[in-house]
């Protein structure tokens, strides 16, 4: 209820000590201990909420963190629902509160799982696409050059039809880690964009470095081809004498200079864009890296 404008609480459930570590003594004593214990990030949009249904006079409910008294954060769902006595006019409320901390880990464990290759742990299609999208936006307002690189694990499915997809599932999680220990900033992105291609993305990246990239991968890709047990090394026929299937990779690079007057990112475009370099690649004997025109 309230005294003077002021809120004043009247009954505390004694499971709130087990709740947040507090006393029901010390959260009557202390009106403004709920506050104090809401996370900083938290803490305005919580106030905001509550004042409007107070002045609305109605049930809201909130979810928010809070710092416990033995300094553990936890997640809480807080149910507030304001009432006025008819006769009395006096503004009362009911509140619950209830740890929500393993329903917020578990919803972002499957937002996590949505969005990621569960073979590879790495961004899927789906993930990467979006964050092409968000960096796109950047680079509109910014100026500053996009890359996006292409990658086709060279002849695959002889390993699959050679090794079993065991075999093929190992070679895979391999490419991936090789791919992501040759990026160096925490804003360029490896992906699993489908089957044995890989997408990189690399924001704020002309095309000399996106081929520098480029070319770091495709070598350290090569030399790990040369370097596994003669027993899982297959040879390339044809005009492909240069690579080895399951292991070297083939790669197509674009660099996009975008402003502020280009429009929204059009991704089948962009892919299509990239996959025609890395067509050429391919085409060209496999195992190198082409760039695509500027535009």
């Excluded at 949009?45 to 006079?57: D, G, H, L, S, Y």
């Excluded at 391999?174 to 791919?179: Q, V």
């Excluded at 990246?205 to 480029?214: E, G, I, N, S, W």
């Excluded at 991704?267 to 890296?289: D, F, M, P, T």
């Amino acid at each position: 209820m309230e005294k003077d404008g002021q809120p004043v609480t009247k009954y505390v459930n004694p499971k709130i000590e087990e709740l947040l570590g507090y006393t029901p003594e010390e959260w009557t004593k202390n009106p403004a201990l709920h506050h104090q214990i809401i996370m900083t990030k938290d803490r305005v949009r919580v106030n905001k909420e509550i004042n409007q249904a107070r002045q609305n006079e109605a049930q809201t409910v909130l979810e928010y963190r809070v710092k416990r008294k033995d300094e553990k954060i936890i997640w809480i769902r807080h149910i507030v629902n304001f009432y006025r006595d008819s006769g009395t006019e006096k503004l009362y409320s009911i509140e619950l509160l209830r740890d929500i901390s393993q329903e917020k880990a578990m919803a972002k464990k499957m937002e996590k799982m949505a969005f990621t290759d569960p073979l590879t742990k790495q961004d899927n299609r789906r993930s990467f696409e979006v964050r092409l999208e968000a960096a796109w936006e950047v680079a509109r307002r910014s100026g500053k050059p996009l890359s996006i690189l292409l990658f086709d694990i060279d002849k695959f499915k002889r390993i699959n039809d050679k090794f079993g997809l065991v075999e093929g599932d190992k070679r895979l999680k391999a490419i991936a880690k090789l791919i992501k220990r040759q990026l160096r900033r925490r804003v360029e992105v490896l992906g699993r964009y489908g089957g044995e291609e890989f997408a990189v993305l690399l924001p704020d990246t002309d095309q000399d470095r996106a081929l520098m990239v480029a070319e770091n991968i495709r070598r350290a890709a090569e030399e790990a081809g040369c370097r596994v047990n003669p027993k899982y090394r297959l040879k390339c026929r044809g005009k492909s004498v240069n690579c080895i299937p399951g292991f070297t990779v083939s790669g197509g690079v674009k660099t996009f200079k975008i402003d502020r007057h280009s429009g929204p990112a059009k991704l089948s475009s962009i892919i299509k864009a990239v996959n025609k370099a890395e067509n050429q690649a391919k085409k060209s004997g496999r195992n190198r890296v082409c760039v695509a025109g500027e535009n």
